[in-house]
């Protein structure tokens, strides 16, 4: 069978150095359907909701702030050590489609802890919209993808096994999700070493969420304890700051 060769564009060459990157991490996962009938009543009524996106990331660095263990990552150089980050640093998974590929690509959101959710929300939404040049991250990605092999091992290498490094390129946790697509149980891989997923929500007003984690930095217990606490604080802080930023008006009905 005789077929044709295509060119790697730029975006896929990415996803191929990711996936490289990624493979010797050992990840664990835990799912939980979560209760979020006090959000979703709150986010019906409000005037410009945030999307999941930005609420999951917010909730999510809201809990790290108060549990360093996820803001902690592996690190191998100068000699293997668990490296604690100051802050949150998200890593959000953008679909887009470039030259008419679909592609996937990574939005850094530093601290989204100490943003408002509108922020965190338009940081997203930004980055789905405008174009590359215009999207820091993205940039620094692209020119990067744009290297030799050789440099691209090399800037690969020294982003993944210096602990402050890690923090600038690939972030604390990560956020993935195709619930815009109808959903699914997904378990998308990282460098790790927190990736956080979720779906659709369900007739019964729960939401799955997937949290995937690098075994050398944390087990199993403090992330049953994290997702208890993600249900926690997406039905209170982020409820509370969606019914603060305004909501829908009510309109009369005439009689």
């Known amino acids: 069978m005789r077929g044709q060769p295509k060119n790697i564009s730029l975006p896929r060459r990415l996803i191929i150095d990711l996936m490289r990157a990624s493979m010797g991490v050992p990840f664990v996962s835990l799912s939980r359907s979560l209760d979020i009938r006090p959000l979703l009543e709150t986010r019906a009524g409000a005037m410009a909701p945030a999307g999941w996106a930005a609420m999951f990331v917010k909730a999510f660095a809201l809990i790290a702030r108060d549990e360093p263990i996820l803001r902690t990552v592996y690190a191998k150089w100068p000699w293997p050590t668990l490296y604690e980050l100051p802050n949150s640093v998200a890593s959000v998974a953008i679909a887009r489609v470039e030259d008419g590929e679909e592609c996937v690509m990574p939005q850094r959101i530093a601290a989204p802890e100490a943003m408002t959710l509108a922020a965190v929300d338009a940081e997203i939404r930004r980055a789905k ?86 075994h050398r930095v944390t087990d199993a217990a403090p992330i049953a304890r994290v997702l208890t606490r993600l249900e926690q604080v997406l039905n209170t802080e982020i409820a509370a700051e969606l019914r603060t930023a305004g909501a829908k008006p009510i309109r009369a009905v005439g009689t």
């Open 129 to 214: 919209t405008a174009a590359v040049e215009d999207v820091p991250m993205f940039r620094k990605v692209m020119r990067a993808t744009r290297l030799p092999l050789p440099l691209r091992r090399l800037c690969w290498a020294v982003g993944l096994n210096f602990g402050r490094q890690r923090g600038n390129w690939f972030g604390s946790f990560a956020v993935s999700s195709v619930a815009a697509y109808g959903g699914g149980e997904l378990h998308p891989i990282t460098p790790g070493p927190f990736i956080v997923s979720y779906g659709v929500v369900e007739p019964d007003q729960t939401i799955h969420v997937v949290i995937r984690w690098d």
